[in-house]
């Protein structure tokens, strides 16, 4: 069965770094888009980012454009974010999940969830 297994939150300053790791298992990672997502206490979860199956288009929320990057490894079946420049703003529970479609402009359709991994930005 599909399971994606996120990893890599924790406390960070303001203006730190963190990167975050999705591993899949159970498809194959090349043949699906994958999202980040992201959930803040009394807020709506919103989409932060997503990279298509073939690599080649990848989207950003303008909240993290410039400061976030997603890459993924298809041979260790990993999606990361890489999230630099993080604000107190940032702070909220980080989602992976395998989703139907990922372009330049947007993602959407999420198919299956992770469990969620905690990233707090403060001093």
Known sequence: QVQLVESGGGLVQPGGSQRLSCTA??????????GWFRQAPRKEREGVSCISSSGIS???????????????????????LQMNSLKPEDTAVYYCARIAWCASHGMGGAQHWGQGTQVTVSS
């Open 25 to 34: 298992s159970g498809f194959t990672l090349n043949l699906y888009s994958m």
């Open 58 to 80: 990848t989207y950003y929320a303008d909240s993290v454009k410039g400061r976030f990057t997603i890459s993924k490894d298809n041979a260790k079946k990993t999606v990361y």
